[in-house]
């Protein structure tokens, strides 16, 4: 049994669709754990324990940063029963730039989704970044987390076209719905074993 463990910052609608696959019974091998977020106000903080039952907490930075920020999370994931042995991390919405530390830590279980086609458009508001060069197929990624930023092993991707006349929003939105398909899946894969990472590449057994 994998004990997920979801960090999210906001509105949380990539874990509430993880969490409501995994009360569907579409990943058997996953029990949530533990959502945690950096903000006391996170919307998701909500959907995860009145609409699931999820355990969460919050870890205030209080001006901790890097490493200093991070043991404290990883301590709260680890008494939820999310350990480097047993557990899953979700990054979904989490607003932080985790630590190498961190990273190895939890070394390849650290999963993260990503509003654009990888490596293209890393970073912040990569709706708004693909709208601006012009390109006209964008769409998600979900990765390992790497040391770097969004630059991890790619495990699933989706696309979608660009919309002549689409703005920030219609386009985050459009994106948004393949998020909601997609990190559940990497998620299911990931709990079956089925993910094997070499090198960059990640063959989906
Ligand atoms: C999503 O667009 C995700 O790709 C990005 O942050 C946003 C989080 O949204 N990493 P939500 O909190 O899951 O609704």
């Known amino acids: 049994m994998i004990n997920l ?3 999210i910052s906001g509105r949380g609608s990539n874990m509430d669709a993880i969490l409501a696959a995994a009360k ?3 990943m058997p091998g996953v029990r949530p754990a533990v959502v945690i977020s950096n903000k006391p106000d996170a919307a998701g903080l909500r959907t995860a324990s009145e609409k699931y039952g999820v355990k969460t907490k919050i870890v205030p930075p209080e001006g901790a940063k890097g490493w200093d920020y991070d043991r404290k ?3 709260a994931l680890e008494e939820a029963g999310v350990t480097p042995q047993n557990g899953l991390v979700c990054l979904a919405g989490f607003m932080r730039i985790i ?3 961190f990273v ?3 070394k390849a279980r650290i999963l993260n989704i990503h509003p654009a086609l990888l490596p ?3 970073g912040l508001h990569a709706q708004k970044q ?4 012009g390109v006209k197929v964008s769409g998600c990624t979900v990765h390992f987390v790497d040391e770097g930023v969004d630059s991890g092993p790619v495990i699933l ?3 979608i076209p660009v919309m002549e006349g689409d703005s920030e929003e219609t386009l985050s939105a459009r994106i948004l719905e393949q998020e909601h398909q997609v990190y559940p899946e990497a998620v299911r894969l990931f709990s079956e074993g089925r993910l094997k990472v070499e090198g960059r590449k990640v063959r989906v057994l």
Do not use: D, N
């Not at 693909?130 to 060069?133: G, P, V």
């Open 104 to 106: 190895r830590h939890y």
């Open 99 to 101: 630590s190498p530390e």
């Open 5 to 7: 463990g979801i960090l």
């Open 157 to 159: 991707q989706k696309t």
């Open 120 to 122: 293209s458009f890393p």
């Open 130 to 133: 693909a709208i601006e060069y």
């Open 73 to 75: 999370v990883v301590e």
């Open 24 to 26: 569907a019974g579409r």
